[in-house]
Structures are given as C-alpha cells and as structure tokens.
C-alpha cells in the first residue's frame, strides 16, 4: 500500500519536469492527481498515460480564477482535496532592476508567487472542511540565498519562503500542514534555459548532458538533481509521515548550499598534515 492511498491531489506545472514527477509519484503512491498547466497535450498525454486517477486540466496559475477551478474540479471529481503542490514556475525576468518594467516585475511575481497565495487560499477552505490537509509549494534555494538565480525569481522564491511559513502558523490549528519545497540545480527544461529560448527537445537533451557532466565535479553529491530528487520530497511533505513537519524549507540541492565539495576545498585543508607545534615566542 501506497503512502498516499485514496488521497486527492492537485500538481500545478504538472505537465513537465518536478511537477510529471510529482504527479507520478503521487498516483503510484495511491493518490488521485489532477494535473494542471498550461502545456495542455503534454499534460494530457501525461494524465492519460497514468491511468483512471489522473486528469488534466489547462491552468494559467497567474489567474486566480483558473487555480479555483483546478481545485475545485479536483474536489469535485474525488469529494475532497488532501494535497496541493504549487510548482508551476518559470524563469521570468532576467537582468538589472533598472531595466526591469513594470510588467515585467508584475508578471514573474503573477507566475511564481501570486499563484502559490492562490493555491493556498483556494484548498483552504476544502481542507478546513476536511479537518487536515499538506500544501507544498516549490520554492527553490534562490528562496534562501540570493546570487544564485535572477533578481526577480530569488524575490519571488523568498515570497514563497515566507508565505510558506506564514501561512503555517495561521493553518496549523485547522491541522493544515504547509512546507516548501527548495530545489537546487534539478535537470529540466527550466534549469537548461528552455523557457527563455524556446528551444527543440534535442538541444534540451544536449544541454541538460553538459548540465549532468559539469555537476560531477561541481556539486558535494557529484552529480545534477533529477525530478524524481524532488517528487521523493514531495511525498513525504504529502504524506502522513511528516505529519509533525510543518513551516520547513525542505533543502533539496545535493550538498549545493552546504559549501564546497570537500575535493575543491583548499589542498591545505583538505590534506591530512600532522599538527606543528610551536613554542611560545617563535612566531615570526
Ligand atoms: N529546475 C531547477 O533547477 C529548479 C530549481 C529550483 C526550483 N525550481 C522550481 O521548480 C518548479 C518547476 O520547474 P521545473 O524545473 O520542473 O521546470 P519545467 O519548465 O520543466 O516545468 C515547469 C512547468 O510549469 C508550467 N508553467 C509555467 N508557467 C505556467 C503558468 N503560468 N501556469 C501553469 N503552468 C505553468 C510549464 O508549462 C511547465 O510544465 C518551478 O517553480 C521552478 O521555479 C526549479
């Protein structure tokens, strides 16, 4: 029996990437899915292939009409929601602040922030209803520390950040769990720049290959994160085996954010040397 037996969930950004992975794991792990995106054959295709406990439906997150709809469809078609994964994400805006419009700031932060406040406020009240519920959202570690991903998207995934834990405290006495998910460099169309230069699936492939080799030698645990690295994390959120988990940035980065792999440090550190001793008064 699967960690998620009978529940019901709903994945945005469903349809590629964390999010199929995501979906996938859900429904093996027993939970009805309902797939959301805007990329609506892939997502189609992808609910098909899982069988009678997943549905698609097209979903512009930064619409909040069209979260409410994913949601209450999902509660509609199965009675209840237990689960939602807010992931839909793109890269967004690139570049200097001083030559970021207007529309621009509005529409990354719509994409990757407005739609998670929407996701939460929407499976509220189902859950309330319910008496327990586990949102997770996907934040990243551009949430946690700047200098990694681009000014907008690391303004956006510290919003997810804090409306995770803030969020947290309000539902925890309705027993309505919410944590965030923070990803380091995973292997997908978004970490191989697909979404800013529309690019073909063989050049995605050859990208996210030099991606994989270049992460051998640069992350601690010597390879890039997979999708599945995050659905694992998803689950576990979901399920009741963290049940007592809630208000957490669940860092999942391969070591990323911990430091320098142990080989790169300074050979000085890194290389066994017997203690010197000295003498008081011989510094020189
Ligand atoms: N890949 C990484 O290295 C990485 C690292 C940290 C965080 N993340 C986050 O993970 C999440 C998933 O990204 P991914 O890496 O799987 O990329 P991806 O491009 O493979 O998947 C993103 C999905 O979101 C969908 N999407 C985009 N805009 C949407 C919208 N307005 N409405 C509905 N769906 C929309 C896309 O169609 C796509 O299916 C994002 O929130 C991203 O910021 C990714």
Known sequence: MGTLEGRVGVVTGAASGIGAATARRLVAEGARVLLADIQDDVGGALAESLGPNAAYRHCNVAKESDVAAAIGEAAERWGTLDVIHNNAGFVGVTGPLEETTDDEWNQTLAVLLSSVFYGIKHATPIMKAAGAGSIVNTA?????????????YTVAKHGVVGITRSSALELA??????????????????????????IDEEELQRRLARARGAM???QPLARMGEPDDIAAAVAWLASDDSAWVTGTTQIVDGGLTVGKPWRKQAAG????????????????
């Open 216 to 218: 051998e030698t640069s």
């Open 173 to 198: 006495e309705h027993n309505i769990r919410v944590n965030a998910v923070c990803p380091g460099y995973i292997a997908t169309g978004l970490a191989a720049g697909r979404a800013v230069s529309e």
């Open 140 to 152: 990243s570690v551009c949430g946690l520390y700047a200098g990694i991903g681009s000014h907008v």
């Open 269 to 284: 550190f890194a290389e066994k040397r017997p203690i010197r001793m000295y003498a008081p008064g011989t510094y020189s």
